[in-house]
């Protein structure tokens, strides 16, 4: 963190600065101007809060040199992050495939995508229970119920499952009951929630929030490392734009530069990016190209009366033939 010190400022009022900076655990290194001092602080500067030190009224202006998160951050941890689940790795070599209904709507509905899908060579099942609608009047999942049907298609099919939480009264039921547990992106800065995921050891999908920065993303993840839970999966889903015509903008910009910034797996959800099934395989086979450890997709045995986002559905055998492709790709690319 750099420190520009305005010209006004008198030798005591700097080094009055230096001191309550000092107290922070970090260095303070003085470079002394013709017209203007910097003051460049050195060490774990994770914890200094710029605008603090932007309050002194010597202070001109701070800018920040090294990321704002540690545990998250591939400086401090060079290597890949692989989540192990159920035998399965995430961040590894193999590419993670989840796939399954936006909604859980019945027991055979689960179990019938659960088989198609593992069959075509999808490694985890996904499902919401819990559904965080846009409208209080649309269906707002099978809930507790719809947990018992996940594992009744876990138990058919071995495939580990993956679903939605919305609120920190779950927590207890869905480490019991589910494999990964999944952050959507409206609560992706909902930081009770992933404070008290942080105190469990369950694998956690964060998924980047509607209008988040990467480095917001990464500091949600931060929240739930800082607890001691260091499981995470950070996935792209797309953010809002002004771009109408696809349901968000797909940033696959975020993949590469997440995977610089830090050493947690990435995956990417190409159906609530693009809102619509038939762009679900373009975009799908974008981001294995460009390194996703994995996708998340939606696939529905019944799109057009599907109780919640069928239109982005992909039908069993549109998942099969792009399973196919991903998995060419994939041999190129790793
Ligand atoms: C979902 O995966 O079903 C979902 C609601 O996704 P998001 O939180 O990315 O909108
Ligand atoms: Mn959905």
């Not at 910097?38 to 009224?57: M, Q």
């Not at 796939?99 to 689960?110: K, L, W, Y």
């Not at 500091?219 to 999966?233: H, P, Q, R, V």
């Not at 947690?264 to 099934?277: E, F, K, T």
């Amino acid at each position: 963190m750099i420190v520009i010190i305005r010209g006004s400022a008198t030798i005591d009022e700097i080094n009055k600065l230096i001191r309550r900076i000092e107290m922070e655990d970090c260095k303070v290194s003085l470079v002394q101007g013709e017209n203007q001092c910097v003051l460049g602080l050195i060490g774990d500067t994770t914890r200094i809060d710029p605008s603090k030190i932007e309050a002194f009224d010597i202070v001109e202006r701070v800018t920040k040199v090294q990321q704002p998160y540690k545990l998250a951050n591939r400086l401090f941890h060079p290597d890949n992050t692989v989540i192990e689940v159920n035998g399965r790795t995430i961040g590894g070599n193999e590419l993670t495939v989840m796939a399954g209904p936006c909604s859980v709507e019945s027991e055979s509905q689960i179990i019938e995508i659960a088989k198609s899908v593992k069959e075509s060579g999808a490694t985890f099942l996904r499902g919401g229970a819990f559904k965080p609608r846009t409208s209080p009047y649309s269906f707002q999942g099978l809930k507790k119920e719809g947990l018992e049907l996940l594992k009744i298609a876990r138990e058919e099919t071995g495939l580990p499952i993956v679903t939605e939480i919305m609120s920190t009264d779950m927590i207890d039921q869905f480490v019991q009951d589910v494999d990964i547990i999944q952050v959507g992106a409206r609560n992706m800065q909902n930081f009770e929630l992933l404070k008290e995921l942080g105190k469990t050891n369950k694998p956690i999908l964060l998924k980047r929030g509607l209008s988040a920065t990467i480095e917001e993303l990464i500091m949600s993840a931060e929240y739930i490392m800082s607890e001691g839970n260091g499981n995470i999966i950070l996935c792209e889903r797309g953010i809002r734009t002004f771009e109408t015509y696809t349901r968000n903008t797909l940033d696959l910009s975020a993949i590469p530069a997440i995977k610089r910034l830090s050493h947690l797996p990435v995956i990417v959800d190409p159906s609530h990016a693009a809102g619509m099934w038939w762009m679900v395989e373009p975009l799908s086979k974008a981001a294995v190209a460009v390194g996703a450890d994995g996708l998340i997709i939606e696939v529905h045995n019944d799109p057009p009366n599907a109780k919640c986002d069928g239109q982005q559905s992909l039908k069993p055998e549109k998942f099969e033939s792009l399973m196919k492709d991903l998995k060419q790709i994939a041999n190129i690319v790793r």
